[in-house]
């Protein structure tokens, strides 16, 4: 095993605990992810989930020494951030956490707007009350190496806040992450009747979402693994939600294909997919490309592991 992935939380949005969720789940975005023989750990987004992966810990590692790890934020809207609070190891001495994120171009910067949880007004501990030696490090799109021969390319996604892609590559593994995002479209008037019309600039438009995508489909090319948003059926993001940051089952398979990607797990499910209809949904695109692509998909359940 070179890597080994485990979902925490796949849900997007707000956690949706009750009967409906129960087989894929109802925590928000959490994964966990070791590394070769020394089961190095890197966690990636501390939704609802986190809180039992913390929890976990304190039973497998914290017995074997300080609990040392790498969280990487793919981006800090409060699915995504929620469970943090709630995380136990940064309670523990000894604890050493390095955060990493995308840069925000706010006057807050990555450890404010995380830490901003740890209020009074909100929560009973304050940040500067944790235990844990934390560090933080905002990202743009670059190539980091965190050691152990663990190589990590980040790529920026189309989402409302900044948000990043996270490909990891080591002992020939490949796996990505494309949480919040949807697929760049030019948000110029191309319709030369609209009274906005300008030619060049529609050009420019297309121009430059077609560029954007080809980055993306480049950022996932060839992985073993992609975790992918897919929050909406084509048809419903059509209805009203384009602009909200969150692709198709459509697209994202779409793109997986033509990325020549071998599995792509389809993640941050609608809060209100019930597992029936998410059942339902996963066998018919299944069986769309059954003989046309060797692409495997699967839905995101919480507690699934792929061993790459």
């Known amino acids: 095993m070179a890597i080994k992935v485990r979902l925490w939380g796949v ?6 605990p009750g009967p409906d969720t129960v087989r894929y789940g109802g925590n928000t975005a959490c994964l966990e992810l070791r590394f070769g023989k020394k089961n190095r750990l890197v966690i990636v987004d501390s939704g609802s989930g986190v809180r039992d992966l913390g929890n976990m810990l304190l ?7 300080p609990i040392k790890t790498e969280i990487f934020f793919t981006h800090t809207h409060w699915d ?8 136990t190891p940064i309670y523990i001495p000894k604890t050493e956490l ?6 925000t171009y706010e006057e807050d910067t ?8 740890l209020r009074y007004r909100y929560f009973p501990v304050r940040q500067d009350e944790l235990a844990a030696k934390i560090k933080y490090i905002a990202l743009k799109e670059s190539k980091l190496d965190i050691g152990d021969g663990i190589h990590v390319t980040t790529k920026y996604l189309n989402h409302p806040v900044l948000c990043l892609g996270y490909r990891f590559e080591f002992e020939g593994k490949v796996f990505c992450t494309l949480f ?13 009747s609209a009274p906005d019309y300008d030619e060049e600039a529609a050009r420019e438009g297309d121009l430059a979402a077609r560029q954007e995508n080809e980055k993306i489909m480049k950022f996932m090319y060839g992985a073993d693994l992609i975790i992918h948003d897919t929050q909406y059926t084509h048809k ?25 990607v071998k599995k792509i797990v389809c993640f941050h499910h ?25 692409l495997q998909i699967v839905g995101a359940r919480e507690g699934m592991e792929i061993e790459l």
């Open 11 to 16: 849900r997007g949005s707000i956690p949706c």
């Open 59 to 65: 039973k497998t590692d914290l017995p074997k020494g």
């Open 80 to 87: 995504h951030i929620m469970g943090f609070p709630f995380f």
């Open 98 to 103: 390095t955060i990493y994120g995308p840069v």
């Open 110 to 117: 990555l450890d404010k707007i995380i830490g901003e949880q």
């Open 180 to 192: 919040d995002t949807e697929p760049f479209r030019n948000v110029f008037a191309t319709d030369p």
């Open 236 to 260: 419903e993001y059509l209805a009203g939600k384009v602009g909200w940051g969150h692709t198709s089952f459509e697209d994202a398979i779409n793109a997986a294909h033509k990325a020549k």
């Open 270 to 294: 609608d809060p209100m997919r019930k597992d029936d209809e998410l059942d339902a949904l996963l066998e018919k695109y299944q069986k769309r490309i059954a003989g046309k692509s060797s």
